[in-house]
């Protein structure tokens, strides 16, 4: 089976693939202070409730694919992979790394990791021309030329981080439950700081998404839009722009470039 392991700022998302099907998956909060030595005690702790794994740490994983925002996670990883599963072929998403994906920007170093995976796995799934809408710590909007180049994207500050700062800078306003409202216009402070996150950022999403399409393709009925993260499911009833919703995008990608990397070592 194969691990991947997607390091998010806020939460990391493990899942297990046997071939091409995920059959289990995790998301624990990502804490830079961890050692090699707690991410391999928590890693034995997930995987030992899987029935197709056996007790032994390593047991069962035939390759591992990880791909980290939070550099100090992705040096333990390192770690843990090296002193753990020493046998076990490894991918770290990083340049140098084959990914089949062009990054036609300034600075392609400078792009996130877990961007160039989901546009891996967007042109794998979808084909191109494509925009992916991650909505994770920040939301992230990224482009995909009819080519399958990665040709730039936007980032916008996330669903949660918005939520904190309401909460932290509005004298009378608190940190809520990101849940949609009642209605639009809301009958209490709550519920119309919902309506203001769910609907907003929906509003947001349709903005940025149909000026981008604009610039991707002559016609916008060919570029299919494809939504993924932790809080997607949240705006994806508001949206009028998003035709696809996968909220395993990263974890499919980590594993296509794990399949185009592992012969070459």
């Excluded at 600075?107 to 546009?119: L, Q």
């Excluded at 494509?130 to 180049?149: L, N, W």
């Excluded at 990101?178 to 950022?201: C, D, H, W």
Aim: hydrophobic residues 45%; proline residues 5%; contains cysteine.
């Amino acid at each position: 089976m194969l691990l991947t392991i997607d390091v998010g700022n806020t939460h990391t998302v493990l899942g297990l693939f046997d071939g091409e099907d995920i059959v289990e998956h995790w998301r624990i909060s990502t804490d830079a202070r961890r050692t090699a030595d707690e991410l391999a005690v928590l890693l034995q702790g997930l995987m030992g409730m899987h029935p197709l794994l056996g007790d032994e740490l390593g047991d069962g994983i035939d390759g591992i694919a990880i791909c980290a925002t939070v550099p100090s996670v992705l040096h333990e990883l390192r770690e843990v992979t090296r002193r753990y599963y020493g046998d076990v072929p490894a991918v770290l998403v990083e340049p140098g790394v084959k990914t089949g994906v062009p990054i036609l920007t300034d600075n392609p170093k400078e792009v996130g990791a877990d961007r160039i995976i989901n546009a891996v796995a967007a042109v794998e799934l979808y084909g191109g021309p494509a925009v992916v809408v991650d909505f994770g710590t920040a939301t992230t909007f990224d482009a995909v030329s009819a080519r399958g180049e990665y040709v730039g994207g936007v980032i916008a500050p996330g669903i949660e981080i918005s939520v904190e700062a309401l909460g932290v800078k509005g004298a009378q306003l608190r940190k809520i439950e990101v849940a949609r409202p009642r209605s639009v216009i809301g009958k209490n402070t709550v519920e119309a700081m919902q309506s203001g996150i769910v609907y907003g950022f929906a509003g947001q999403v349709d903005g940025v998404v149909n000026r981008m399409v604009r610039e991707l393709a002559d016609d916008p009925d060919d570029v299919t839009v494809i939504a993924t993260g932790g809080l997607a499911p949240m705006v994806l009833g508001e949206s009028s722009v998003i035709d696809e919703h996968e909220p395993w995008l990263t974890l499919i990608g980590l594993r296509l470039v794990y399949e185009r990397n592992v012969a070459r070592m």
